[in-house]
């Protein structure tokens, strides 16, 4: 292949690198060698961009948890509740034991704050939201969590 196919293509290296760790593991004696250094930064990529799609998730959760608590009469609630549903089930399927420790809530629901807080609805003057996050990582996870249970964490209806 020729050099710089890396930085021109990435697909067709992608493919390429992978076609020659194919036949290096089927035996076969290749004459041209793996591009080790970028293969190496690919595979770590992978998993940093799972766990970057896992906290972007986890914070549209709480982004629509947040405005369901702040606006609660807004006539997009409905529209949150079903967000909520979606990005928890997403969430839920990208979810690796190993992020557990490398996922901050209170930074996470930090930012999701800041972002709801940058907004408006026209249903009136918003409730304010705990400055501290009121979930564990675990309220994400679980299946059986309903969302107004979520919201209720959030404090008093």
Same mark, same amino acid.
């Given at each position: 292949?020729?050099? +710089? ?8 290296? #992608?493919?390429?690198?992978? &076609?020659?760790?194919?036949? =290096?593991? #089927? ?14 930064? &690919?595979?770590?990529?992978? +998993? ?37 549903? +979606? @990005? ?6 990208? @979810? ?6 490398? %996922? ?6 930090? %930012?999701?704050? &800041?972002?709801?807080?940058? +907004? ?14 009121? @979930?564990?990582?675990?309220?994400? =996870? ?16």
């Amino acid at each position: 292949m020729p050099d +710089g196919l890396y930085e021109r293509d990435a697909l067709a290296w #992608a493919e390429h690198q992978a &076609e020659l760790l194919r036949r =290096l593991a #089927a035996g076969e004696r290749v004459n041209e060698s793996v591009d080790w250094p970028n293969l190496i930064d &690919e595979v770590q990529d992978v +998993g940093l961009s799972e766990l970057r799609a896992c906290k972007s998730l986890l914070r549209q959760t709480l982004v629509h948890l947040l405005k369901l608590y702040v606006w609660p009469g807004s006539m997009a609630a409905a529209h949150w509740r079903s967000e909520v549903i +979606g @990005f928890r089930a997403d969430m839920r399927d990208r @979810f690796a034991p190993s992020m557990r420790q490398r %996922i901050s809530l209170d930074e996470v629901y930090r %930012i999701a704050l &800041e972002q709801v807080q940058a +907004g408006t609805d026209d249903s009136g003057e918003p409730r304010p939201a705990p400055a501290t996050c009121p @979930f564990v990582l675990d309220d994400f =996870l679980a299946s059986d969590t309903d969302v107004q249970t979520l919201v209720r964490r959030l404090g008093p209806a």
